[in-house]
């Protein structure tokens, strides 16, 4: 290989690399941001009001009176739960909250990720009820941080090592040291991983999401 193609084949992966490490970045940004406006300031008193990263809010209006809902999801939650063991902490006609005990199943993801819940029923209108649900989670944002970690990384591995490799390989007098210029290509190792922790961070959120709205809009038809 002779300097010039050296030359263009570090530029070409540099250039491939520099738009990874950026959709890498962005879709970080874009993870971190995918948090659930908060609806309902008085779903947990202050005092125990969990930060908004870590919480999760959403309603549904379904077909049933408060108490006998209320009731219903009680019993469903004590019987076993996607969630993991649940412990069943207060119940009232219109107030249901509930906590998972112990570490989560291994097979159930959401469970990994979920610590606290809280269901509010009211009555809507004629027949129906608002079931206001407020999920807890566990801590995520180390995932976050992981990714940020191999962003910083991946910078210097392309910055570093395009440095180096422009210096020391493709300005070689040995052809066959000139090839070794793909070796930059080993940056990608610090490239992917931002993908697979933004990727583990919103799926863990949308698992424990999607519980909870199957919950609360499946009680109606639940066996009492």
């Not at 490490?21 to 971190?32: D, H, I, M, N």
């Not at 008085?42 to 870590?54: H, R």
């Amino acid at each position: 290989m002779d300097p010039e193609a050296a030359q263009l084949v570090l530029s070409g992966i540099l250039v491939i690399g520099a738009v990874v490490w950026l959709t890498g970045l962005q879709f970080l940004v874009r993870a971190s941001r995918a948090v659930t406006p908060e609806r309902d300031q008085d779903m947990y008193p202050d005092s125990q009001s969990p930060s908004a990263p870590n919480r999760l809010t959403g309603y549904a209006e379904v077909q049933g009176q408060p108490g006998v809902l209320a009731t219903r999801a009680a019993s469903i939650l004590a019987k076993g739960s996607p969630l993991g063991p649940i412990k069943i902490v207060e119940k009232t006609d219109d107030r249901l909250a509930f906590e998972r005990l112990g570490p989560g199943m291994a097979n159930q993801p959401a469970s990994r990720w979920f610590r606290r819940g809280e269901l509010r029923f009211s009555t809507a209108r004629q027949s129906r009820c608002r079931v206001e649900w407020t999920a807890e989670l566990a801590n995520m944002d180390w995932l976050l941080k992981l990714g940020a970690l191999f962003q910083v990384l991946g910078l210097l591995a392309l910055g570093i090592g395009g440095w180096a490799i422009d210096t020391y390989v493709v300005s070689s007098p040995e052809p066959a040291v000139r090839w070794q210029t793909v070796q930059i290509m080993q940056a990608v190792h610090f490239l992917w991983p931002p993908f697979l922790f933004g990727a583990l961070y919103r799926r863990g959120r949308k698992e424990v999401a999607a519980h909870f709205e199957a919950l609360a809009h499946n009680l109606p038809y639940y066996e009492s």
